[in-house]
């Protein structure tokens, strides 16, 4: 049963444009969500993250929003850069010793 | 201030050997987790061990096991390999400040045969 869901697995967006990518989970007791990016042989880069108390952070072009009722979050890039083109994870905990829960992932593309 | 390494970049074993795999936190981190990573999944948490002891587990058998050190370095060890072993796994750290917010390392590839 998977409690964090990308169903994106790609997403292609325009250079400058704004790229948006989307997150939904099932356990209401997740109290952090964070956005991660992996280029490929490294490990993911922190992004951002928000806390459930919050409905949106922003931290420069990256913002996230989260929809508690509908128990969705998405990472908002404006504007994408070629930079910005790797694999996009989801990820969520209930915090304290939990660990991260995270989505498969969505392969960003930008195109120049 | 240095990053999360992880030693050795690649490994192959055979099935039923045992295997250790490396990490050294960032300078300060007193929380290491442990995930295993197969292809084209999300990372999975295996373990998390706070100031040397494990204070959290994912749905992980007993032959995963682990130990971290005073030093922030910390070891991953895996008993009994099976063939679905085969995985990138990923060490992360963080402080005891924003806890849920863990930095991680390259990652380890491990090939089981």
């Known amino acids: 049963d998977q409690q964090v869901k990308q169903n994106s697995p790609s997403l292609s967006v325009q250079e400058g444009r704004i790229s948006i990518l989307n997150c939904d989970y099932t356990?209401?007791?997740?109290?952090?969500f964070l956005w991660y990016k992996k280029y490929p042989a490294e490990g993911p880069t922190f992004l951002i993250s928000?806390?459930?108390?919050?409905d949106k952070n922003e931290d420069g072009r990256f913002t996230v929003f989260l929809n508690k009722s509908a128990k969705h979050l998405s990472l908002h890039i404006v504007p994408s850069q070629p930079g910005d083109s790797a694999v996009y994870f989801c990820?969520?905990?209930?915090?304290?010793?939990?660990?991260?829960?995270f989505g498969k992932g969505t392969h960003l593309i930008i195109q120049p | 201030e240095t990053g999360v390494t992880q030693s050795p970049t690649h490994l192959i074993k055979t099935r039923g050997q045992q295997v250790t795999l490396r990490c050294s936190s960032q300078?300060?981190?007193?929380?290491v987790s442990w995930y295993q990573q197969a292809l084209g999944q999300g990372p999975q948490f295996i373990f998390q061990?706070?100031?040397?002891?494990?204070?959290g587990r994912g749905n992980f058998p007993p032959r995963f096991s682990g130990l971290q050190f005073p030093n922030y370095s910390s070891e991953l060890n895996v008993n009994a390999l099976e063939l679905d072993d085969s995985a990138l796994y990923l060490c992360?750290?963080?402080?005891?400040?924003?806890?849920?917010?863990?930095?991680f390392g390259p990652g380890t590839r491990l090939t089981v045969t």
């Open positions: 061990y706070y100031r040397e002891e494990e204070n």
């Open positions: 992360a750290s963080s402080d005891g400040k924003l806890h849920y917010e863990q930095y």
């Open positions: 300078s300060g981190h007193n929380t």
């Open positions: 928000i806390s459930s108390i919050k």
């Open positions: 990820a969520a905990t209930r915090g304290g010793a939990d660990g991260l829960t």
């Open positions: 356990n209401s007791m997740f109290d952090y």
